[in-house]
């Protein structure tokens, strides 16, 4: 029995000894009487199951959105409540269902509400019910989130007008100048539009957006000094028209505008509905104001659209560190019928649509191929050939992966089933190997001295009598392929102790036909350092073996001099994040 195995052995043996029978007990002294089948164990408890989609108080959820979370590992099945009531939602239970429970000893980890509600909050919850003897339901916290809306602000819009008065130009109709946080107009003429008194005629306004819109509403606030009542200058009698291009202009009707109120706090009065037409400009031809006169005002105007495309990127675009085995995840266009979905490193080959990738009918795609450290840029065409357009292009969006994978980083170590020196391999009764990986004592990993996470490596070494050198090795039971995903460079993270001796450092890596290659770390001294070294590798430099990097069996980490053993030197070193991959590309 190696040292490992016997401090283990007296641990469990007193852990044994220790152990008390667990009893049956009440919980928080709750009575549960006809309210489960079984007991109901922390009530109110908000963290029964994670990976909950849509998460806590997330808005503009798709309305067709299903529910899911990540059961824990004791859960046997699921009470699923759903409503739009949070008393409801947070206080039913199965004896008073209150309407809102929608599953009953479900297993499964997700739930299809149906077609929700434009612009809603809606509450879920979901209890666990574990398993025999007891069948024990643990309540789950009421969750919120809100729905789409129906339609949503155009923000990119410019104007124009047939004339204007000095300092009154059309832009002020579209800047927001005037309005409160509750969008209520102030009496502030600099923040109104106004034509040149005397101007020639017609008089009108033209709205250009940065693209082709599926347009809902327009908005209006009229003319809204503190005089108009008296002068009239807010538009009355006008007839709106709409152009996909700037030329050939169609008339939406002839319309009344609602004359301001000449206050402070005014709020839009006329909503002009453009019934989904597609639209990029909108013009206004004016006719007549309220007061009868030849010069015309307007405070505001807002244009709403209906959301064709796709949006809501997952990742976000330009998210950098995403996973090699992401998801890609969008909110669909409104009435899209499939998605293409267009991928690639080459941002011309997504822009001219030469990287089609697949067509869909979920607005989700797993990778399973991308590359460390690269930049992909992707966009989703909403189709549906009964619509006009029957296509809406997306916008381009990018992300960058991850750069490195993790070959060890220490983290899955623990002192019971997966000590780390059954996997770590060290000098303990071999002579000439004077490493000893992991402490003598739990916690085997160092839990105080880490790169990242919670754990890493400590390393003894001592080159002292039968030892030149010191090596500790993992070997894995299927090779390894260390260029898979455009890999290039192998990093280790390693800190010295003060009270070292300085041993050359160096690393032995073989294939799984024993060919293999070693490389020495460039700083004598690295075992000195009381700072994390990055020992970064690229594997141009490992020669020969470089061409058999699909096949990596053995890591060896060594310190003393494998050419040329020379007995002498003592300390430990740490070892944490072993990885593989390539730096991404700059911005």
């Known amino acids: 029995m190696s040292k490992h195995a016997s401090v283990v052995a007296a641990l469990f043996l007193a852990a044994c000894?220790?152990?008390?029978?667990?009893?049956?007990?009440?919980?928080?002294?709750?009575?549960?009487?006809?309210?489960?089948?079984?007991?109901?164990?922390?009530?109110?408890?908000?963290?029964?199951?994670?990976?909950?989609?849509?998460?806590?108080?997330?808005?503009?959820?798709?309305?067709?959105?299903?529910?899911?979370?990540?059961?824990?590992?004791?859960?046997?099945?699921?009470?699923?409540?759903?409503g739009a009531?949070?008393?409801?939602?947070?206080?039913?239970?199965?004896?008073?269902?209150?309407?809102?429970?929608?599953?009953?000893?479900?297993?499964?980890?997700?739930?299809?509400?149906?077609?929700l509600e434009f612009g809603r909050t809606y509450y879920w919850r979901v209890d666990e019910v574990r398993g025999a003897p007891d069948y024990t339901i643990v309540k789950g916290k009421a969750w919120a989130f809100t729905t789409e809306t129906l339609a949503y602000q155009i923000e990119k819009v410019t104007a124009q007008a047939s004339s204007s008065q000095a300092g009154a130009g059309p832009e002020h109709t579209i800047d927001g100048s005037g309005l409160d946080a509750d969008e209520a107009h102030s009496i502030d003429q600099a923040a109104m539009w106004l034509s040149r008194n005397g101007?020639?005629?017609?008089?009108?306004?033209?709205?250009?957006?940065?693209?082709?819109?599926?347009?809902?509403?327009?908005?209006?606030?009229?003319?809204?000094a503190a005089s108009e009542s008296i002068s009239g200058f807010g538009l009355k009698d006008v007839t709106i028209e709409y152009a996909s291009n700037g030329v050939d202009w169609v008339a939406l009707g002839d319309f009344e505008f609602a004359q301001a109120s000449a206050t402070r706090g005014y709020a839009y009065n006329t909503a002009v509905d453009f019934g989904g037409v597609t639209v990029r400009q909108v013009r206004i031809r004016v006719h007549s104001n309220w007061g009868g006169r030849s010069q015309y005002g307007l405070s505001e105007v807002r244009f709403f659209r209906i959301p064709m495309r796709a949006r809501q990127p997952e990742p976000a675009s330009e998210a950098v560190g995403v996973s090699v085995d992401s998801t890609l995840r969008w909110q669909p266009g409104r009435e899209a019928a499939w998605h293409e979905l267009y991928i690639s490193t080459d941002i011309d080959a997504v822009t001219g649509r030469a990287a089609l990738v697949d067509v869909l009918a979920e607005g989700r795609f797993p990778l399973a191929s991308l590359d460390l450290g690269q930049r992909y840029y992707w966009r989703v065409d909403e189709v549906n050939e009964s619509e006009r357009p029957q296509s809406w292009a997306g916008n381009l969006w990018s992300f960058t992966t991850q750069e490195y994978m993790a070959l060890d980083d220490f983290e899955s170590?623990?002192?019971?089933?997966?000590?780390?020196?059954?996997?770590?391999?060290?000098?303990?009764?071999?002579?000439?190997?004077?490493s000893q990986?992991?402490?003598?004592?739990?916690?085997?990993?160092?839990?105080?001295?880490?790169?990242?996470?919670?754990?890493?490596?400590?390393?003894?070494?001592?080159?002292?009598?039968?030892?030149?050198?010191?090596?500790?090795?993992?070997?894995?039971?299927?090779?390894?392929?260390?260029?898979?995903?455009?890999?290039?460079?192998?990093?280790?993270?390693?800190?010295?102790?003060?009270?070292?001796?300085?041993?050359?450092?160096?690393?032995?890596?073989?294939?799984?036909?024993?060919?293999?290659?070693v490389l020495k770390h460039p700083d004598s001294n690295v075992a000195l350092r009381t700072d994390w070294q990055t020992w970064r590798i690229a594997f141009s430099?490992?020669?020969?073996?470089?061409?058999?990097?699909?096949?990596?069996?053995?890591?060896?980490?060594?310190?003393?001099?494998?050419?040329?053993?020379?007995?002498?030197?003592?300390?430990?070193?740490?070892?944490?994040?072993?990885?593989?991959?390539?730096?991404?590309?700059?911005?």
């Not at 170590?413 to 004077?434: K, L, Q, R, S, V």
């Not at 010295?496 to 160096?506: E, I, K, T």
């Not at 699909?550 to 070193?573: E, F, H, M, Q």
């Open 17 to 82: 000894l220790q152990a008390q029978p667990l009893t049956g007990q009440a919980i928080d002294g709750r009575a549960v009487s006809g309210e489960t089948s079984g007991p109901l164990a922390s009530l109110g408890d908000p963290e029964q199951v994670a990976g909950r989609e849509p998460a806590e108080g997330r808005v503009d959820v798709w309305r067709d959105t299903d529910l899911s979370w990540a059961p824990t590992e004791s859960t046997h099945k699921h009470d699923v409540y759903f």
């Open 85 to 115: 009531v949070f008393d409801d939602v947070n206080e039913a239970g199965r004896a008073r269902p209150l309407g809102v429970l929608v599953r009953r000893d479900q297993q499964a980890d997700t739930y299809d509400p149906g077609r």
């Open 199 to 224: 101007a020639a005629q017609p008089t009108w306004l033209r709205y250009d957006f940065d693209g082709i819109y599926k347009l809902h509403e327009m908005q209006i606030w009229n003319y809204n």
């Open 413 to 434: 170590y623990d002192d019971d089933d997966n000590c780390i020196y059954e996997t770590w391999i060290d000098g303990y009764d071999i002579p000439a190997n004077g």
């Open 437 to 517: 990986v992991g402490h003598l004592d739990v916690p085997f990993a160092e839990q105080m001295i880490v790169h990242s996470g919670a754990q890493s490596m400590p390393l003894f070494y001592d080159n002292g009598g039968d030892a030149t050198r010191s090596e500790a090795e993992i070997t894995w039971s299927a090779p390894r392929n260390w260029i898979a995903r455009g890999a290039e460079v192998l990093v280790l993270h390693i800190r010295g102790a003060m009270g070292n001796d300085p041993v050359p450092l160096y690393i032995v890596i073989e294939d799984n036909a024993a060919r293999f290659v």
């Open 541 to 587: 430099e490992l020669g020969a073996v470089s061409m058999h990097m699909t096949s990596i069996a053995k890591l060896v980490i060594g310190l003393g001099d494998r050419d040329n053993p020379t007995p002498g030197g003592s300390g430990v070193i740490y070892i944490d994040d072993i990885l593989i991959g390539r730096p991404a590309p700059g911005p």
